[in-house]
């Protein structure tokens, strides 16, 4: 018999750090009870100050051996309330300690709701002064056997994994400026120490993330025009927070390239590049075989385990609500000009991209981790959203990316303790953001409403949904499916209300069925202006001869930087106030209208996505894009402190963090194109040299 090797150091800091763990949950608990008047420790009853200590204990106990049996049980309802029958879990387990313990007194059920919330932010100020790792607790633990347990991936030896973790709307120019005040330790260290490299790329046109994911899953972005589109021959507006319009654009790609997320898995995302495993993912909503998404709830299961997590998470979404409101109203008072007014509505969906979707997004990678994904992509949308309405290099959006920092730091964390694979970590931006002005504000009119008075028609403004809004609908109408997987009656009530709220935070995104002589279709500063009366695409002959005045009108607007339309024999025009640039021969007539878009290192790029823009089959009879003022603003379409999706300024500059020891082809890696074939190389030869 081999003796038993024990590390003694090991395990005495072990123990140790369980000893500190009891202590904050012990001290949660006293705080808990000198907070609340409702809940308190009967001091006639003898040895009462022992009491935090054994109700500390018997919550830890609770949680291990009653919980998971709960969590199995109630899992659809868990999952249609958003969560808050955890919650609710997490309340009943609480008063039960009262129940079981004299002392202690919990008067009524509200009381312990109350009580959660205030020991789970004790116990997180406590954990994080302490620097208690949440690694190596008897929750994590459970979670990562629970993980391993539903799917296992098969790992040889010597095969490496690949995480890519995006960050919506971070500029390689802004992550640089974030780095230098030291918003993103983390990643500043990575940089700098541990022999990451970080570059540039240029994000490619139309700036904006459906575009972006689909050359980055698929190599290809083509015929995707920008955030929204509008179908000549259907008559039908394309939206890229629509999941139906996303899966068409999924099922389009894959079925002739080859994805990057194959077999592996992907998390809060507009496509879903053809991963196996598939949460918070648009593109896959409409999907009705509930089978294929049992992975969703078993790792919202997993995710419900931990006593401590759900209800921190909910303390974290309150808390970005009440930040948002509160940096509303001292914009108000200071009566700011260049933030855009935030409604309730935005605060409440900022809450739950930036807080909610931002902790969730890591437990699901860190699952993902601990059973051997082969690769993992998650994105995390906190600051693009918050930028739009805050500005690019406000205090408010560069406060999120501290949060996503930490984030990082926990998956690369998990990646070096507990993956069963090596992993080669990924952090890269699918666009950046400019500053912005809004069109109406500067000139009083929308753009439409310039068309309209232009073509004596009346005016249609551009119609769809936010990137939020169909980030939230994600998260609703995944919950449906359980509903219709456990056809439970106790399920409906919730659904239907969720579905209320859907419907009151949804703006006018129906399709207008009413005939209209044009339609236009807002990214950002970039705009597709579609006249109706023909199913086909007009070219620039036809403009000139029966639109004349309207493009007139267009290329002498101050806020109007260029347009582009496309002539009979296919070649791309670019037309400014001032003269012309044919982009397939590369000749200019009069003064360049690039001059202020150009000298850039990425001069051939932008030849290159203005030409293959202006020529997919999809994209409006003219685009327009905002004019870059002199103080370096750029002019949007859409009511944006910081905007996305044309020329001008950062919004183009994205970039990519990956390990130097990736060096096979890395000096082409320039767009997120090449990113696909890099990652796909990387993949495909397990362990480049």
Known sequence: MQPLNLNIRVLRNLLLRYALVWLADTASVAATAAVLPKIYFRQDAPYWYLSPFVVALLLGLLNALVRPILIILFLPITFVTLGLATFLLNAGLFYLAHLMVGPFVIENFASAIAGVFVLTFVNTLLGTALRLSDDYSFYATLMDKFSTMTRRERVAPRDRGIIVLQIDGLSYRTFKRALKKGKMPFLNDLIKRRRYALRSLFSGLPSQTSSVQASLFYGSSYDIP??????????????????????????????????????????????????????????????????????????????????????????????????????????????????????????????????????????????????????????????????????????????????????????????????????????????????????????????????????????????????????????????????????????????????????????????????????????????????????????????????????????????????????????????????????????????????????????????????????FPHSGDVIVNGALLENGLVVTFEDQAGTHGGLGGPQTESFIVYPRRLRKKRDNVRSPSDVHAFLNGTLTDGAPS
């Open 226 to 615: 920008g955030f929204r589109w509008y179908d000549k021959r259907a008559r039908r507006l394309v939206v890229s927070s629509n999941s139906a319009d996303m899966s068409a654009v999924d099922e389009r790609f894959a079925s002739y390239t080859n994805p990057l997320l194959r077999n592996g898995s992907c998390i809060n995302s507009l496509l879903h590049g053809g991963a196996r495993k598939r949460i918070l993912t648009l593109s896959t909503l409409g999907d009705r075989d509930l089978k294929a998404h049992r992975a969703e709830l078993e790792d919202f299961a997993i995710f419900s385990l931990h006593p401590y997590l759900y209800t921190r998470m909910v303390l974290f979404v309150i808390g970005d609500f009440i930040i948002d409101r509160l940096q509303s109203f001292i914009d108000l008072l200071r009566r700011s000009k260049m933030r855009i007014p935030r409604s309730v509505k935005f605060s409440f969906l900022r809450a739950i991209a930036n807080a909610g979707f931002r902790e969730s997004t890591t437990r699901f990678v860190m699952e993902d981790v601990v059973r051997g994904m082969p690769v993992i992509y998650a994105n995390y949308v906190g600051y693009d959203m918050v930028s739009h309405h805050a500005g690019v290099n406000s205090a408010d959006a560069l406060g999120t990316l501290t949060g996503i920092d930490r984030q990082i730091k926990k998956i690369f964390r998990t990646t070096s303790r507990k993956a069963p694979r090596h992993f080669d970590l990924v952090v890269l931006s699918d666009h950046g953001q400019s500053e912005s002005i809004p069109f109406r504000r500067l000139y009083a009119r929308s753009l439409p409403e310039i068309i309209g008075e232009t073509l004596q028609t009346p005016a249609v403004e551009p119609a769809g949904s936010t990137a939020e809004v169909g980030y939230f609908h994600t998260l609703l109408r995944e919950m449906r499916r359980v509903d219709q997987a456990y056809g439970k009656r106790s399920l409906k009530r919730q659904r239907r209300t969720l579905e209320r709220l859907s419907e009151k935070i949804t703006e006018t995104a129906s399709e207008r069925k009413e005939e209209q002589a044009f339609v236009v279709c807002a990214s950002g500063n970039l705009a597709h202006v579609y006249l109706t009366h023909s199913p086909e695409k007009l070219s620039t002959e036809h403009l000139l001869e029966h639109h004349s005045n309207l493009l007139e009108i267009l290329i002498g607007h101050q806020g109007v930087g260029f347009i582009v339309t496309v002539r009979e024999d296919g070649e791309v025009l670019v037309i400014g106030k001032s003269g012309m640039r044919k982009l397939g021969s590369g000749e200019v007539e009069g003064e360049d209208p690039l001059v202020s878009y150009l000298n850039t290192k990425n001069d051939e790029y932008i030849m290159k996505a203005l030409s293959e823009l202006g020529g």
